[in-house]
């Protein structure tokens, strides 16, 4: 019974909220928010509040790959989104969540993984990045892909030498000074954009409701370059092939944006330098 | 406790305090729009998310509802970036259930339960970061939620952590004071009656000693409440200020 206002308006590419069909709502992004962590970004968009937490651990390289370290990705659907999450109500979404992350991080040329090696095949960076969802007020995917580019920018990883003495035994030195550290370069790294099918029209960044209008949605994992790494369709309508060209294309074009958009921001946030006031959730 | 000096000669702690000095406590009210009531609360580096659900029905069974009064649940999480060491699971552990079961009979205690009977209050503590009185903490943050959200209570529940050194009662416990393992004292102090809703105790403390930690404690918990009571005045007079009173 919801879902009839909502078409009706899609016609003229005007949705409840006054937004286009490929209108974003506002999004606030503040890195570095937690200290205990190696880098940090908070995201809200909307009602959708997003933490993520990464924390480079030394480890040993996987055996395929002993010249390369890896990415290790945890959702949390914290019960202070809806009281379904408590206990392990939330694991499917986070499970689910998790191996979206896994799957648009997996190609070669999204993270540089082969920075994070400091000896092949005996210690390299593992990087733990921890998503926290807050509040859920739809358009998660897109919302906690943003949260971990935004945190892997903010990432420092100290700079370590590998010291090896006459006996031929290793040892890892960390360098002395806390701000001798390296970046990771996020260019490629992927953004999710979700276009759910309503009506004969698909939109981008959909509310609460609008995703309950939604027949089927489109996930596509974008990068700044317009490059797809991802791509998949969720939900319990069906839709047709043409459909599904056209929402890549919107997907690719708004992807595009908003990978500028996000860029401009952290270089800004960045060039405030330390002096800059956090402002976290007090604001 | 291996070389690091709790407390100097001049009385001074690791981080530059007095004996019975607080950490800077900031908090807001309302964080989240759509949960019932929210609060954020930074004390120090340890920061605290609370929001609280309800009095909504009894989810689950239905047997689980009390006659005469609401049920309070609570529920306390760690985020896996929130201690120095990486965490493997936010809740679920044990030491998340215990704080869950505590924070919920704080709670018993001072909200007036018998004003919603057979319904279900939900109370969800987020630790986002830890840097010692977790507890202390997440009770603040929680009594602020539990106001945001219109629910009556008795009084305020104020909390703060305290411990002893060298002859020298502490108040407000960092992380580097907990883990170098000398007596601990947990308190949660109703104000207005001086009340205590929760006491608890870790490690040995010779019983002479005790008066004086409690008395520190529980002057810590009032310092406590006149900054959450200046947190709550300011955030209504800010609501009044938007509806145009």
């Known amino acids: 019974s919801h879902s009839i206002p909502v078409r009706s308006s899609e016609t003229e590419d005007l949705r409840v909220d006054g937004r286009g069909c490929e209108d974003y709502r506002c999004v606030e992004v503040e890195t570095d928010v937690v200290s205990n962590t190696s880098g940090s970004a908070r995201v809200k968009l909307g009602h959708t509040d997003i933490l993520v937490g990464v924390k480079a651990e030394m480890g040993t390289p996987k055996l395929e790959k002993p010249n390369e370290g890896y990415l290790e990705f945890f959702v ?45 095949r005996e210690h390299c960076w593992v990087l733990y990045v921890d998503v926290l969802l807050l509040e859920c007020g739809g358009n998660l995917f897109d919302a906690i ?56 029209r ?44 056209e929402m890549m294309e919107t997907g690719k074009r708004v992807g595009k944006v908003l990978h500028t958009s996000l860029q401009s921001v952290l270089h800004k946030e960045e060039s405030l330098g330390p002096k800059r006031q956090k402002v976290g959730f007090l604001g | 406790m291996a070389g690091l000096e709790l407390l100097s000669d001049q009385g001074y702690r690791v981080d530059g305090r007095r004996a019975a000095e607080l950490r800077k406590i900031q908090a807001r009210m309302g964080v989240f729009a759509q949960a019932d009531g929210s609060a954020y609360i930074e004390q ?17 069974s239905r047997a689980r509802a009390l006659p005469d009064r609401a049920l309070v649940n609570c529920q306390y999480s760690s985020a896996t970036f929130s201690t120095g060491e990486r965490k493997r699971r936010p809740h679920g552990d044990r030491k998340s259930c215990e704080m869950g079961l505590q924070l919920r009979q704080t709670f018993e205690a001072a909200i007036l339960t018998q004003l919603h009977p057979r319904s279900q209050i939900d109370i969800y503590v987020q630790v986002l970061q830890a840097d010692g009185g977790t507890y202390a903490a997440c009770v603040n943050a929680a009594t602020l939620a539990v106001l945001d959200a219109g629910i009556p209570m008795k009084d305020f529940v104020c909390a703060c952590s305290a411990g002893f050194v060298d002859g020298t009662a502490l108040a407000d416990l960092s992380h580097v004071e907990e883990a170098a393992g000398g007596p601990q004292l947990a308190l949660a102090l109703l104000p207005a009656a001086g009340q205590i809703a929760l006491l608890e105790m870790d490690a040995r403390l010779h019983e002479d000693h005790l008066e004086r930690v409690l008395e520190a404690a529980a002057q810590a918990a009032r310092d406590v409440h006149t900054l959450l009571d200046h947190v709550v005045r300011q955030h209504v007079r800010e609501a009044s200020i938007l509806l145009g009173d």
């Open chain 1, 76 to 120: 949390d659907c914290s019960a202070n989104a809806t009281p379904e999450f408590e206990g392990r109500g939330g694991d499917d979404l986070g499970t689910e969540i998790a191996n979206t992350l896994y799957r648009i991080f997996n190609n070669k040329s999204s993270i540089d993984l082969k920075s994070l090696c400091i000896s092949p």
């Open chain 1, 145 to 200: 892909s943003i949260a971990v580019k935004a945190a892997l920018f903010n990432t420092r990883i100290p700079r370590v030498r590998v010291l090896e003495d006459e006996e031929g035994s290793k040892d890892i030195e960390l360098s002395d000074d806390p701000y001798d550290c390296i970046r990771l370069s996020v260019e490629n790294v992927p953004c999710i954009v979700t276009l759910c099918k309503i009506g004969y």
């Open chain 1, 202 to 245: 698909h939109v981008v960044d959909a509310t609460l409701q609008e995703e309950a209008c939604s027949l089927a949605s489109l996930l596509v994992s974008v990068t700044s370059k317009g490059v797809v790494t991802c791509m998949r369709k969720v939900g319990k309508g069906s839709l047709d092939p043409e459909s599904i060209f």
């Open chain 2, 44 to 60: 120090g580096n340890t920061k605290a998310l609370a929001v609280v659900y309800g009095p909504h029905e009894i989810r689950g």
